[in-house]
């Protein structure tokens, strides 16, 4: 064989294995993208709103980051894609991927839901996460949601929430009678007992019904987002301590169709994320509430005032009631009532010699 003849196959053989690896590459790169997802997570706030926006946001750039961009997740606010009370169903139907919410806006679905995002006089948000993740609240908790093609998880948590804005003083209980008022899940079902109108609205629109005279009184969550919400110009008095949400955990929802087709260690990270935010969120709040409060009281003289026993007395007995007869429904529902009372039970023991002591014996010794 001549050289000119080597040096032609050698050239053709180097020719077919190039493009034996131009192929390779060209079929490798829809490969890769077919491992990437698009995923759409819609809400129940306002784009970019302190605390509850901004944290439904950082939990849709942790899944990203943390599945290094196997997961791409864009947030949709409240009404960009769907409403924020259509979120439930855009999940479940599979018109959008996740949601980041509040459990006890699903009342429709089922009262069981409340639960997991606060019960009136229930638990705290160490106490609530304690029944979630170690007390057997996450198993029922998909147990329920599956029936509706969805799987939650705690992905945030306010802190005790205050217990809302009002036009005019609240002296007893009869001043509940026909007040028009916005509290969503089982502690608008109490304000009910005392003769209240209780509407349910999503954030954004709170403001301009207190505004416009639609309601006569509001709660939303605590000084920080309240402050941001400019409540405070539009209502003088702001009460305390809210009776309704101890604890309020929020959620991430996913399909369950969607759950099901990732791999373990995706949803490892997935579960990881929304834990993180749980915590993350919850600090937050705690951080920024104590300065908001008293800009509300010192630079826009706020009314504070505390409900008095009374008043308080009467949300306990409502509250009872409105639990017995939920439990009563007996299922899933039941099953998750007896777990929440059984654990709480349990809680204020431990709370009340721990945290609750603790805090009287701190504050009695440093203000005195």
């Not at 849709?60 to 409240?78: H, Q, S, Y």
């Not at 001043?175 to 609205?201: I, K, T």
């Not at 431990?350 to 005195?368: C, D, K, P």
Request: with cysteine; proline share 4%.
């Amino acid at each position: 064989m001549t050289i000119q003849r080597r040096k032609l196959l050698k050239s053709v053989a180097l020719g077919g294995a190039g493009a034996a690896a131009a192929a390779a590459s060209s079929l490798a790169a829809p490969a890769i993208a077919q491992d990437m997802r698009e995923l759409r997570m819609v809400t129940t706030w306002p784009k970019n709103f302190p605390g509850l926006g901004t944290g439904a946001q950082r939990l849709a750039d942790r899944i990203t980051a943390m599945t290094e961009g196997r997961l791409r997740v864009t947030l949709f606010a409240a009404n960009e894609l769907v409403g924020a009370f259509e979120s439930f169903d855009a999940v479940s139907a599979g018109n959008a991927d996740m949601w980041h919410g509040a459990a006890y806006y699903w009342p429709g679905k089922s009262p069981g839901f409340s639960f997991f995002t606060a019960v009136p006089f229930g638990l705290t948000a160490p106490e609530n996460d304690a029944w979630i993740l170690h007390g057997g609240g996450l198993d029922l908790w998909h147990r329920l949601g599956a029936e509706f093609n969805v799987i939650n998880f705690p992905a945030g948590n306010t802190g005790v929430q205050m217990g809302g804005w009002f036009r005019q003083e609240v002296n007893s209980p009869e001043d509940f009678n026909g007040l028009r008022f916005r509290m969503p899940g089982l502690g608008g079902e109490v304000l009910r007992r005392l003769g209240a109108a209780v509407v349910n609205l999503p954030g954004g629109e709170i403001f301009a019904a207190l505004q416009q005279g639609a309601i006569d009184a509001t709660e939303w969550v605590g000084p920080w987002n309240d402050l941001a919400f400019g409540f405070f110009r539009v209502a003088d008095y702001y009460y305390h301590p809210g009776f309704h949400e101890p604890g309020s955990t929020l959620e991430c929802g996913i399909n369950l169709d969607l759950w099901n087709s990732l791999s373990a260690s995706d949803q490892a990270l997935i579960r990881a994320a929304c834990l993180a935010e749980n915590n993350e969120m919850y600090a937050e709040f705690n951080a920024r509430n104590g300065d908001a409060l008293n800009t509300l009281v010192t630079e826009y003289g706020v009314n504070l005032r505390r409900f008095n026993d009374d008043v308080y007395a009467a949300f306990g007995a409502a509250a009872e009631e409105v639990l017995a007869e939920v439990g009563a429904e007996g299922g899933i529902v039941g099953e998750i009532h007896d777990s929440f009372v059984n654990f709480r039970t349990k809680a204020m023991e431990w709370t009340g010699l721990a945290e609750q002591s603790y805090a009287n014996a701190r504050q009695a010794v440093l203000a005195g």
